[in-house]
């Protein structure tokens, strides 16, 4: 049988990403961050955060020493977790993958992020990854969103695996938990690909967004007595 796309991803894929981007990654910046500013323009101040597809951990470092929170980083490339232990301390590394989170029992957090990560999930996977990430949101929390940005849910070939079928998947994933009525959007930056940056897209294609999602176990119910 094919491997499916979250295999691939934790055979090999995940460390030719790490490989192909880690120069880059170690130069990012707070206010180069879209996903950092983003949590700063929602004046959210996290003391735990989670980040699901992490890599080698930079932004939880530049989230530790901003907000001196606890952080996880779950990552299935062991490349960028080895190169992330070196660089920086205190952050809590476990091998992984969105659909079968590597959490303590009743492990929750403040804020949990995912960046980029939602559009190579594979479909087969994509409910059990929406209940893991919802299991370790803490109510009251947040859930921090970037990804390519499509109101219609639309599929482009990964160009960097020629053989077998690997998608990337563009779409507002959001909406899913916004969806579920326990979750309200407090903030949604459009930006562009190509400029990496809160800057008009040049068309759909070159569009991601982020969201900051809030939690409520029972708060976004209008109520009705009958
Ligand atoms: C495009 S990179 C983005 C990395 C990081 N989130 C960032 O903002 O720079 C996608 C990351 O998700 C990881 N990844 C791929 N599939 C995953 C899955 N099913 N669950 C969790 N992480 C995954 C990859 O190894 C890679 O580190």
């Given at each position: 049988m094919a491997p499916t796309q979250d295999e691939i991803f934790q055979k090999s894929e995940a460390d030719r990403w790490f490989l192909r981007n880690k120069d880059y990654l170690s130069k990012i910046t707070p206010d180069k961050d879209p996903i950092m500013k983003a949590i700063s323009e929602a004046g959210i101040k996290p003391k735990s955060a989670l980040e699901i597809?992490?890599?080698?951990g930079y932004r939880l470092a530049m989230i530790r020493a901003l907000f001196k929170a606890k952080c996880v980083a779950v990552e299935p490339s062991s490349l960028a977790i080895a190169d992330g232990k070196k660089r920086y301390d205190g952050i809590d590394f476990r091998k992984g993958v969105a659909h079968k989170l590597p959490m303590k029992k009743g492990e929750k957090f403040d804020l949990v992020i995912l960046n980029f990560v939602f559009h190579w999930i594979d479909r087969r996977k994509l409910f059990h990854s929406f209940a893991e990430i919802d299991a370790a949101v803490t109510d009251g929390g947040w859930l921090a969103i970037g990804d390519f940005y499509s109101k219609e849910p639309t599929k482009v070939p990964y160009?960097?695996?020629?053989?077998?079928r690997v998608w990337t998947y563009k779409q507002d994933y959001a909406e899913v938990f916004i969806k579920s009525g326990i979750y309200r959007r407090v903030l949604l930056k459009i930006g562009s690909v190509a400029k990496r940056d809160f800057l008009k897209p040049q068309s759909d294609y070159d569009s991601f967004a982020v969201s900051i999602l809030k939690k409520s176990l029972d708060g976004y119910y209008s109520l009705w007595e009958g």
């Open positions: 597809g992490a890599s080698n160009r960097h695996i020629k053989k077998g």
